[in-house]
C-alpha cells in the first residue's frame, strides 16, 4: 500500500468532500467542456466539476482514492472517469482538454517540469490551466505540503514553465486553509491561472 492508500484508508475524506477554495472559484466561471484532473485524490474538485456540467476525467495512483472519489460522485449524482495511473506515466497528453486543474500536486522537479509541458500542449484552443500549490515559503509550516523545499513551487518559475500560455491570474499569498484534516491554518500558497490563446 502506498502512502496515499494509506491516508486516504482513513475514515472520511482526508482533504475533505468540498472543492479547494481556489479551484472551485475558477472551474465556476468556465463555460462546460473536458476537464482533466491531475493527482486529484479522493475527488473533491473533480466531483465539483462533475456537478457543473464537465465532463470530466481524473488521474491519480491510488485506487483507495478512486473508490472513494467515485463513492463521491455517486452521493452527488454525477459520473466521472477516473484513472488509476502515475500521472508521469499515464499517457492523458494524447488527448486535448478544455481545462486542466493541478491542486497541489507536488512531483520533484524534473518530472513536475515534464508534466507542466505536457499541460500547455495538450489544452485546447482557449483552454484554461488551473493550478494551486504550495510556495516554497510554505516550507517549515505544518498547515500543509511536502516537507521538502524541492518539491515545493516558485511562481516566477511557474510562468516560465507554463511558456505559451497567457497568465491570466499569478499571485502568492497567505490563506487560511481548512480542509479536513489535510490543510489546515495559515499557509503560503500559489494561486496560478493561464489560457492557450
Known amino acids: 500500500m502506498n502512502r496515499w492508500d494509506e491516508r486516504y484508508t482513513r475514515e472520511g475524506f482526508y482533504y475533505g468532500r468540498t472543492p479547494n477554495y481556489f479551484v472551485a472559484e475558477q472551474v ?15 475527488g473533491r ?7 457543473l456540467g464537465h465532463q470530466v476525467t481524473a488521474v ?8 472513494k472519489a467515485l463513492e463521491l460522485a455517486a452521493d452527488r449524482g454525477v459520473q466521472l472517469t477516473y484513472q488509476v495511473a502515475d500521472i508521469t506515466q499515464h499517457p492523458w497528453w494524447e488527448q486535448q482538454w478544455d481545462h486542466i486543474v493541478l491542486c497541489f500536486a507536488h ?7 515534464e508534466v507542466h509541458r ?4 495538450s489544452l485546447t484552443d482557449a483552454g484554461t490551466l488551473i493550478l494551486s500549490s504550495f510556495s516554497k515559503a510554505q516550507f517549515g509550516r505544518d498547515s500543509g505540503g ?35 484534516g489535510g490543510h489546515g491554518g495559515l499557509a503560503m500558497v500559489n494561486e496560478f491561472v493561464a489560457s492557450k490563446s
Not at 118 to 121: Q, T, Y
Open 146 to 180: 511536502p516537507p521538502d523545499l524541492d518539491l515545493l513551487q516558485d511562481l516566477e518559475e511557474l510562468k516560465s514553465q507554463f511558456a505559451g500560455l497567457e497568465v491570466e491570474h499569478a499571485q502568492e499569498r497567505e490563506v487560511d486553509l481548512s480542509e479536513s
Open 118 to 121: 505536457r499541460c500547455v500542449a
Open 60 to 67: 491519480d495512483s491510488s485506487p483507495v482514492g478512486r473508490r
Open 28 to 42: 465556476a466561471v468556465l463555460d462546460p467542456g473536458r476537464g482533466l484532473y491531475l493527482a486529484e485524490g479522493e
Open 45 to 51: 474538485n473533480a466531483v465539483f466539476a462533475a456537478g
Open 107 to 113: 512531483l520533484p522537479p524534473n518530472p513536475m517540469l
